[in-house]
Structures are given as C-alpha cells and as structure tokens.
C-alpha cells in the first residue's frame, strides 16, 4: 500500500516539474492596442533572444528599433525587456523566458509574459519568443 502511494506521488511529481507552461499578465486597465512603436533593450550575448524578439514584433506589426541601452534613442510607444535562462543538457536549451513590456514614457510596466520549457519539452527560441509575446498582445488588432 505504501509503495503504491509512493509510486502515485512520484508520478504526479514527475508530471508537474516536466510541464512546460507559457503565461501572461497584463496590468488591469492597460490597453495595448494603443501600442505602435516598440524599442527592444537587448542584451550582449543572449544566443539571438533579442534579435528574435525584434523580428517577431516586426512581424506582428510593430515599427521596433533595438539597441543595447535602457533608453530609447527615440520615443517610443513601449520598451520591451527580457531575461533568458538557459540550462545545459546534452545541448544548451532556453529554459526560462521573461518579457516584460513598459510604457515608453513613464517606464511602468504594462504586461509581463514568461514561458517555462524543460528538457523533455523544449522548443526552438523562435517558437518560445512567438508563444510569449502572442500571449502579451493576443488581444491586440493592428
């Protein structure tokens, strides 16, 4: 009886630590369908995060600009952030995401999105970056 119990434990355990999961949330009251222009503060050697990140914004219809400077060259309607976990096994894989989009001008902070991707579920960075910034915008119409 006890094995038993020990054996259903360690499943559910199992399940839980290797579920990959992608969430976001956005301030309460935040409209980001005002958001046009998008200034992405990247960060020097991040295996292409922050390129990536340019080029989805893009694609998702965002004029972006990009630089390695907290501040904006110009103004801009957001400023996009990000931390980039990676972890090592058998191959380097992006484990932990973070995203976070402020206001251009006030910096506050108006959504923050993540994804969480162990090893037995991990995705290629394009398709995380994709997942985490949809999930920001997904009810943004352009």
Partial sequence: MKLSRVLLLSSL???LVSCASTHSFKVPGTDLTK???VYVNTVANDN???RITVEQLRKMGYKTSHGLTSIPPEPVDAIVTYEDKW???MTMYLLKLTIRVRDGT???I???GESYQ???QRESVEAIVEKVLV???RTQTL
């Fill in 48 to 50: 292409d995060v922050g």
């Fill in 87 to 89: 972890k090592w096994d």
């Fill in 35 to 37: 958001i046009r222009s």
């Fill in 135 to 137: 999930g920001i915008f």
């Fill in 110 to 112: 108006l959504a923050i």
């Fill in 13 to 15: 355990l199992f399940l």
């Fill in 106 to 108: 006030t910096n506050q």
């Fill in 118 to 120: 162990p090893s037995l």
